[in-house]
T-cell receptor, first 113, second 116 residues
Framework: GNSVTQMEGPVTLSEEAFLTINCTYT??????LFWYVQYPGEGLQLLLK?????DKGSNKGFEATYRKETTSFHLEKGSVQVSDSAVYFC????????????FGAGTRLFVKA | NAGVTQTPKFQVLKTGQSMTLQCAQD?????MYWYRQDPGMGLRLIYY???????DKGEVPNGYNVSRLNKREFSLRLESAAPSQTSVYFC???????????????FGNGTRLTVT
């Protein structure tokens, strides 16, 4: 079946540290890949996306590259800020008689000043 | 610039009671979705509607029903609430960019439901 696996949290970093959150997927077909972010008390919002192999999505200093050979879409940021503290979800979307999105379990990030 | 609006924000039910969660989007999106979010489990799809007039089961449909009232509105009904349905419920929508690609999901702010 189709699934997304991402590293368990919480991840705790100091401000200006390098961030990596690992994400791998299993999918039949050719999914689009996404990272969503959720701040406390809010719904998820799109952080970045990639729609085909070797695409790199980027936004607000975050990056992720669609790696078909390793079925991965790892999230990275060179220097995190306290305001990046949130829960991050990796997700894939497939058209299986309607577009459906499958989410990973989420990774909570705490950034300390 | 409302996007996706969900009501209510909070609800407490007793076991066996019924309620309907409302969702409306103003982005002219074809597809709408209901997810539930539980700690450590990410978001799980309950039901979705690929277009007006169609609905399909997702991963965890048992105990729920949905109605796609029109293109804007997609409601979720709990006929007889159970404690296992205590969760945060999110409505989302997306629109067609091409035949093979839909836009990313746009989410409401969620309904926090407690069943005692």
């Amino acid at each position: 079946g189709n699934s997304v696996t991402q590293m368990e949290g919480p991840v705790t970093l100091s401000e200006e540290a390098f961030l990596t959150i690992n994400c791998t997927y299993t999918a039949t077909g050719y999914p689009s890949l996404f990272w969503y972010v959720q701040y406390p008390g809010e719904g998820l919002q799109l952080l970045l996306k990639a729609t085909k192999a070797d695409d790199k999505g980027s936004n607000k200093g975050f990056e992720a590259t669609y790696r078909k050979e390793t079925t991965s879409f790892h999230l990275e940021k060179g220097s995190v800020q306290v305001s990046d503290s949130a829960v991050y979800f990796c997700a894939l979307t497939l058209n299986t008689g309607g577009f459906k999105t499958i989410f990973g379990a989420g990774t909570r990030l705490f950034v300390k000043a | 610039n409302a996007g996706v609006t969900q009501t209510p924000k909070f609800q407490v039910l007793k076991t066996g009671q019924s309620m309907t969660l409302q969702c409306a989007q103003d982005m002219n999106h074809n597809s709408m979705y209901w997810y539930r979010q539980d700690p450590g489990m990410g978001l799980r799809l309950i039901y979705y509607s690929a277009s007006e007039g169609t609905t399909d089961k997702g991963e965890v449909p048992n105990g729920y029903n949905v109605s796609r009232l029109n293109k804007r509105e997609f409601s979720l009904r709990l006929e007889s609430a159970a404690p296992s349905q205590t969760s945060v419920y999110f409505c989302a929508s997306s629109g067609a960019v091409s035949r093979s690609y839909n836009s990313p999901l746009h989410f409401g702010n969620g309904t926090r439901l407690t069943v005692t």
